[in-house]
């Protein structure tokens, strides 16, 4: 099991372009999330989704867009990127583990800059 | 949504025990209580789960009074390698939207 994967780690954009941050889960969860997290701060939540074709916005979506077309994929993309956007972006599946806890499983996250 | 409370930063030596409290006043009945603890550069990763009573896993125990209203992350004898940052969380699968709150800044000195 490879877990979450998150692609790219690094990226620098320039304001006004866009861009898709990929998320993959191969552990059949449903619940996918998206969070962003500043330097120092706590994790905010942008988008989340509970399944296939189904998305809701969390608690910071302006400037995002999320699809869910497979429970595998969901993808994050930026559109406009501006320099309020510059974070760590983290994805995380929510599933039951080997013990049967209710658990948040997050990718190595995506650093993104925008100047 | 559930909103949690935790102390902004604490401090401690090696071979201490620490113990971070989380308030969440609106918890749910159906809401478990979750602990996670993040380093620089990664992201949060699963400590410790519990409903209610106490807890005991190989890192941790969590406590949870009656009420529920509260809980307790024990770390015995932590080391250098327990600074970082523990958040706890509150809901369940069936709780669509997990939010963070700010999380304890936790600083193990030798």
């Known amino acids: 099991n490879a877990g979450v994967t998150q692609t790219p780690k690094f990226r620098i954009l320039k304001i006004g372009q866009s861009m898709t941050l990929q998320c993959t889960q191969d552990m059949n969860h449903n619940y996918m999330y998206w969070y962003r997290q500043d330097p120092g701060m706590g994790l905010k939540l942008i988008y989340y989704s509970v399944g296939a074709g189904i998305t809701d916005k969390g608690e910071v979506p302006n400037g995002y867009n999320v699809s869910r077309s497979t429970t595998e994929d969901f993808p994050l993309r930026l559109e406009l990127a501006a320099p309020s956007q510059t974070s760590v972006y983290f994805c995380a599946s929510n599933g039951r583990d080997s013990s049967g806890a209710n658990v948040l499983t997050f990718g190595a996250g995506s650093r993104l800059t925008v100047l | ?110």
């Open chain 2, 1 to 110: 949504l559930a909103k949690t409370t935790q102390p902004i930063s604490m401090d401690s030596y090696e071979g201490q025990e620490v113990n971070i409290t989380c308030s969440h006043n609106n918890i749910a009945t159906n809401d478990y209580i979750t602990w996670y603890q993040q380093f620089p550069s990664q992201g949060p990763r699963f400590i410790i789960q519990g409903y209610k009573t106490k807890v005991t896993n190989e890192v941790a125990s969590l406590f949870i009074p009656a009420d529920r209203k509260s809980s307790t992350l024990s770390l015995p004898r932590v080391s250098l390698s327990d600074t970082a940052v523990y958040y706890c969380l509150v809901g369940y699968t069936g709780r669509r939207a997990l939010t963070f709150g700010s999380g304890t800044r936790l600083q193990v000195q030798p």
